[in-house]
């Protein structure tokens, strides 16, 4: 099953432009099977997600992308924001006493820096740096292609998950129509609710995926051994990394390089 596990929607999250009813047409169109709603900070109602799934015959679920000091988190099996959910190691004692699952969105953000990737050197002091982030110490998996991202980003971000032995994977971190499912992650299992999604996080049984269009329509592309998940290929070198699937317009991960304007701004 192909779900992305990273989408925003508006007003929930305040720099989105899609609005969630849009953002599950197009994520059926496009040839996925379920999405993760991961507002900023934000939780939706179980009733909600439920709504929409049945409204669109789609799986719907709710998680959040958590902002915390050391990075922003993927957080499943958490119900509403609280207070010190700012600091990781607070996220870390919720989602162990819940038994949640956590991925860390886009890690080269605050992380990479151009002039040090051109240098074999710095770029592998780079990576190490990263990697001594102590939110590694307990997520599940590390987002190796966040659909906003540059290639040289992504790339950098499988190499902190390749350096770490932690699975990859993938999603569209969407904030407007074209971002959705630009990546998303493959399950072997079936996903029907987010216990199942969970389940499978925390076993690491999950890969980065690209939806791209051929002649016969979509095809899923999948991107295993580029995110460090089980049979990894070794060797794989950063200037390896594979072309975006889509052009990508967007650049950043969420929360960088988008303003709204007044002629495009949602209603409501
Ligand atoms: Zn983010
Ligand atoms: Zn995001």
Redesign the pocket.
Known sequence: MLIDL?V?TYPRSDDSYLMAEELVKQAKAVGLDGICL?E?DGFWDPKDTRYLSEKHDFLVLGAS?VNTEEG?LLVFGLDRYVFGMHRASFVREMIEERRGAVIV?HPYRRTFWEEQARDPVAYRAMVQRACENPIYRFCHGVETFNGRGLPQQNAFSQEVSRTLGLPGAGSG?AHRLEDVGRYATEFDAPIRELRDLIREVRAGQFRPAALRPSREGLRVSPLAGLGGNKGALSGHTAAGSPRPAYPLLHQG???QGTQRSELDSPPG
Do not use: I, K, L, Q
Request: hydrophobic letters at 10%.
């Open positions: 990273h925003h991961t900023h992308e922003h969105a971190d991960g969420c929360g």
